[in-house]
């Protein structure tokens, strides 16, 4: 009987192990752990500016551009630093791993791409994310990030956008011929698109708090400016989204109810008005109609070029379906069958032409996976629930343009799943070390109990 007491541990005593063992292995690595933050810092901190530099001036060097030769470095010093840090619960970042395969695969099909040079940066815009992140899990596992910093990163991208895009309206740099629009950070499309995933950071709080809703009345004020109607979409769906969620959630106090129904109310009544009485609105009336097939309306030729991706995905063979063309090998189909190269401006169409079925099934996995760590957030009390609802909505939203798997604003959104998944497996440690108590507890009455005398 006393042998079976000190039977093998279980499999959580010995992730438990894994997890203290790992934790002492990041103190004796603490320098190089704070070095990731800095490095986390410096993107946050550049990522704005260097793409407004290169979108006005065009940088390049060796037919690079200027941030991508500045990540590439800051990728070199990630890479430096997470071979010198134990990762704590590595276990929890199996989120992140489809999306590292698809980039060993797209890496694998630069050999054979249309355009290596494409495929080899669109390699690295789903390595660097990705990094980033894992990067942001361990800072925030060693104490070197909060949350409340992170969402002070927020602030200072979201303040970023919106700031070029004054100066831009002051400056007469009209975005779609309107003196009412600007796009921002220098006409950027994937930095208007960003403004989509910036949302989800203004939900960390538990409660609405004054300036969270402020940041997402900046946040749809900016989209609206910039007249792009797939990031209007997006902030909208991701701000409904998490506001619902949280004003569903069970225990939600009567503020998070009330903004459930005063939010849509505002947004509604305030881009009707607008749409009704302003010089924005009669401008983005034009944008609007385009989208009417019933009035011919393309989209601004989307819907030709969707068709014609389709159709040269239908017509293209069964093993290029499964194994994707890299990249290049879209834009040349369209030369052929439409007369010039154009993107496919939809996430979705990009990784099947590119990346094919193997590609597609690898980011659905991490769509699912993303979905699981969703519902098991449901049982932690505070708000990260409601955050990936809105991420993932923002996702979504995403993808029906430039998509959110190669954007190069995505890797605010990489920094966020790395706090959720650091509070995720700090909740499963802490389950994993009160069942453990609750053993002990019953293991030490059972001996107790053992060597009482009989009788």
């Not at 070095?35 to 990522?47: D, G, N, P, Q």
Request: glycine share 8%.
């Amino acid at each position: 009987m006393a042998h079976n007491m000190h039977a093998e541990p279980s499999f959580r005593q010995a992730r438990e192990e894994r997890w203290t063992l790992s934790r002492r292995d990041v103190r004796l690595g603490a320098e190089w752990a704070r070095w990731l933050y800095y490095l986390i810092l410096v993107e946050f901190v550049a990522a704005p500016i260097l793409t407004l530099v290169h979108d006005t001036y065009r940088t390049e060097v060796a037919s690079f551009s200027l941030p991508q030769l500045i990540r590439g470095l800051l990728l070199g010093a990630i890479v430096l630093c997470l071979t010198q840090v134990s990762i704590p619960a590595r276990w929890g970042l199996q989120l992140f791993v489809p999306v590292l395969l698809m980039a060993l695969y797209s890496a694998v099909l630069t050999v054979v791409a249309a355009a290596p040079k494409e495929n080899a940066i669109a390699t690295f815009r789903m390595v660097y994310p990705c990094l980033v992140g894992i990067a942001a899990y361990i800072v925030l596992c060693c104490g070197f990030l909060s949350e409340a910093a992170i969402q002070r990163l927020g602030w200072y991208w979201l303040l970023s956008y919106f700031i070029s895009q004054l100066l831009a309206l002051r400056t007469g740099q009209m975005a779609y011929k309107s003196e009412h629009a600007a796009a921002g950070l220098g006409s950027s499309p994937s930095a208007a698109d960003g403004l989509i995933l910036l949302v989800p950071f203004f939900l960390l709080a538990r409660r609405w708090r004054p300036r969270d809703l402020l940041a997402i009345g900046i946040a749809l004020l900016a989209a609206s400016l910039t007249m792009r109607r797939t990031a209007m979409l997006g902030v909208l769906a991701a701000t409904l989204a998490g506001a619902m969620v949280r004003a569903l959630r069970r225990g939600s106090g009567f503020r998070a109810k009330l903004a459930g129904v005063l939010l849509p109310a505002a947004i509604y009544f305030g881009f009707t008005y607008a749409l009704t009485t302003t010089g924005w609105g009669t401008d983005f009336s034009k944008r609007l109609a385009d989208m009417d097939l019933r009035q011919a309306g393309t989209g601004a030729g989307r819907t030709v070029v969707w068709q014609s991706g389709i159709d040269h995905l239908l017509h293209r063979g069964l093993l290029r379906n499964i194994v994707g063309e890299g990249e290049g090998g879209y834009a040349e189909a369209m030369v052929r069958r439409i007369g010039f190269s154009v993107a496919a401006h939809n996430g979705w169409l990009t990784l099947a032409a590119a990346y094919g079925l193997i590609g597609l099934v690898l980011y659905l996995t991490f769509l699912r996976r993303l979905g699981s760590i969703m519902l098991r957030a449901r049982r932690l009390n505070d708000s990260t629930f409601e955050v990936l609802v809105s991420v993932l909505a923002g996702i979504v939203c995403a993808e029906a343009t430039q998509g959110f798997l190669l954007s190069p604003s995505a890797v605010p959104t990489y920094v966020l799943l790395g706090l959720v998944l650091a509070k995720n497996s700090r909740a499963v440690l802490r389950r994993s070390a009160q069942s453990m108590a609750r053993t002990a507890t019953f293991r030490g009455l059972m001996q107790a109990d053992l060597k009482r005398p009989a009788g």
